[in-house]
């Protein structure tokens, strides 16, 4: 697998950053323990910060997230703060760093779940953690010890785990749920997969994440990203020179600067042309606007490629920029014998987007999966163009071309032949599988949106972008997109830029209009180059300066 572009932030997954750990101790001599206390001296600061009085539970586990979790005790207990600290398996169980800290834990001792000591015990069952079969759980889900806290920590699963809690860590998790107090998670909320975000039974919902050294990809990947709340990265000491290794980065401003930019020489030749094949009756909207987004991304010239039918009622509509060309249709939608006029006004190269508002006729299907096949330039497929290839990802593997498909959950499901719930599930495993099987890009949308390369490699959107939660953005980033690919830009590098300019466009055109509730698509169009223009590069610095 490559090694990830300079614009993208590396997130090491689980193993990736075992390894990390192990070289810094191993081979650089830094001390486990002093690891731990910066990661604890971190979390206690956000804590602090969360809530600045009354009582703190700090809830551990067995591992080294549980010596996290006795770190921020003592530090707090330090400086004058009741903490009660739970334990999900007898003290004694504790080894290595974690038990160092228990022992220099100052004041009353770790206690159970629901508040009793753990010196009462006396079944050797209650001592084992999570020994005891499921259906136990009831009759140990008291949760009296974090009754009333002002802020739990929840130091009980680290970034190994995988899979489903169970026992008494299950029963902590349900319990800290159930508190109704703010939550910090240490290094990632309990019951996250850290490397994808998988969440398969009970997970902690954190209102602020504590991760150590870099953030984790199930911090940024949904459904674990809506766990994490406000996410912190501290820096705990490990040196300068660890090993690399990630293959999912978050993307930085810095792809930006990747971003073609027009000389005095530049032509509209030169800057690119899109071809936009997609309209239908009912559905003339959808060309349009990513025709235009075409044109505000850098595109030097756009052409539409839409039903005999429309062609006077998009040409009418439209910025009078956009040409247009009337191919052979019926009923108002395409057919298979356009997809030779197609191919002629692609020889022009550039970049072609297919799909927008094509609807869903068979025919427009039959001219979609023909003119996927058989056109030789870079392509964006989207909306109704994905549908076509439904249960046929495969067939685009044998494109020349470069490609990047553009689908949300939904339309993922239905090329993978899979339910969109399973998608959302997993959307780290399933955006690859596609990439694979297409031998394409990627972009599997939503507030965590992932851009795929058939190799592995995966870019995440860092979202929050409510504004483009309305009808047309997809068709807008799918001609932004478009407008990259026909300026010459790789396929991933594409996606990722494009993917990050629009999400600036949506935040530029919430800023303009007063409320991410009031964007319309159009706005966010208007709002490209506004968006682009923000940041401003010096040439001997990735850092962006605003301008504007």
């Known amino acids: ?25 191993e081979e650089r001599g830094v001390s486990g323990l002093d690891l731990m206390e910066r990661a604890g001296e971190g979390v206690a600061r956000v804590v602090e910060r969360l809530a600045p009085d009354g009582q703190v539970a700090v809830v551990c586990g067995k591992g080294n997230n549980g010596g996290d979790g006795l770190v921020v005790a003592r530090l707090l207990r330090e400086r004058g703060r009741p903490v009660v600290v739970v334990c999900v398996v007898a003290p004694g169980e504790l080894v290595g760093d974690a038990k160092a800290n228990l022992d220099r834990l100052p ?5 159970r779940l629901d508040g009793t000591a753990w010196e009462d015990a006396s079944a050797e069952g209650d001592r084992s953690g999570g020994a005891q079969p499921e259906g136990a759980r009831s009759a140990r889900a008291g949760a009296g010890a974090v009754t009333g806290a002002a802020v739990i920590v929840d130091a009980l699963l680290g970034t190994g785990f995988r899979g489903e809690p169970h026992g008494a ?9 159930g508190a109704g107090a703010p939550v910090v998670s240490v290094d990632v909320p309990s019951g996250v997969d850290a490397s994808t975000g998988v969440v398969s039974g009970t997970a902690v919902r954190a209102a602020a994440t504590v991760t150590f050294h870099a953030a984790k990809p199930g911090l940024w990947i949904r459904p674990g990203k809506a766990h994490a709340g406000e996410l912190q990265t501290i820096d705990i000491g490990i040196p300068r020179g660890a090993p690399a290794g990630a293959s999912i980065g978050l993307i930085e401003h810095g792809v930006l600067g990747e971003l073609p930019r027009r000389a005095p020489s530049s032509t509209k030749f030169s800057s690119g042309h899109v071809l936009v094949a997609g309209g239908s009756r ?44 009337g ?17 002629e006004a692609s020889a022009r190269g550039g970049a072609l987007a297919l799909g927008p508002g094509l609807g869903r006729r068979e025919g427009a299907f039959a001219f979609a999966r023909a003119l996927a096949a058989q056109a030789s330039v870079a392509m964006v497929l989207d909306a109704d163009g994905l549908n076509a290839h439904a249960g046929r990802l495969g067939d685009l593997a044998a494109r020349d071309a470069p490609t990047v498909l553009t689908p949300h959950a939904g339309e993922l499901a239905r090329l993978l032949e899979l339910d969109s719930g399973e998608i959302e599930r997993e959307r780290l495993r399933h955006v690859r599988a596609a990439a694979e099987r297409a031998g394409a890009v990627v972009v599997l949308k939503g507030d965590d949106t992932l851009i795929a390369e058939p190799a592995g490699a995966v870019a995440v959107s860092r979202g929050a972008t409510p504004a483009l939660a309305t009808a047309g953005t997809g068709d807008v980033l799918t001609g932004v997109i478009a407008a990259l690919l026909a300026q010459g830009l790789d396929a991933f590098t594409a996606a990722a830029a ?5 999400a600036h466009a949506g935040r530029e055109a919430a800023r303009r209009v007063g409320s991410a509730e009031g964007v319309i698509a159009t706005d ?15 040439e001997d610095s990735d850092e962006p300066d605003e301008d504007g």
Not at 14 to 20: D, K, P, Q, V, Y
Not at 169 to 177: E, F
Not at 286 to 307: D, N
Not at 327 to 343: K, R
């Open 107 to 111: 004041g009353a001792p770790p206690v």
């Open 524 to 538: 966010v169009i208007a709002a490209l180059p506004a968006a682009r223009r923000h940041m401003v590069f010096d």
């Open 169 to 177: 860590v299950a029963d902590a998790i349900d319990a800290i749920d």
């Open 498 to 502: 494009g993917v990050w300019l629009h």
């Open 327 to 343: 191919l052979p249709d019926e009923h108002g939608a395409h057919t298979l014998e356009g997809v030779a006029e197609a191919l």
């Open 282 to 325: 009912g559905l003339t909207g959808a060309p349009r606007m990513a025709a235009e987004a075409s044109m505000r991304a850098g595109a030097g010239y756009v052409t539409g490629c839409v039903p005999a039918c429309l062609q006077d009622v998009i040409a009418a509509s439209a910025t009078p920029e956009l040409m247009t060309r």
């Open 1 to 25: 697998m490559s090694s990830l572009p300079r614009w993208l932030l590396p997130l090491p997954d689980a193993e990736t950053m075992r390894g990390i750990d192990r070289w810094a101790i």
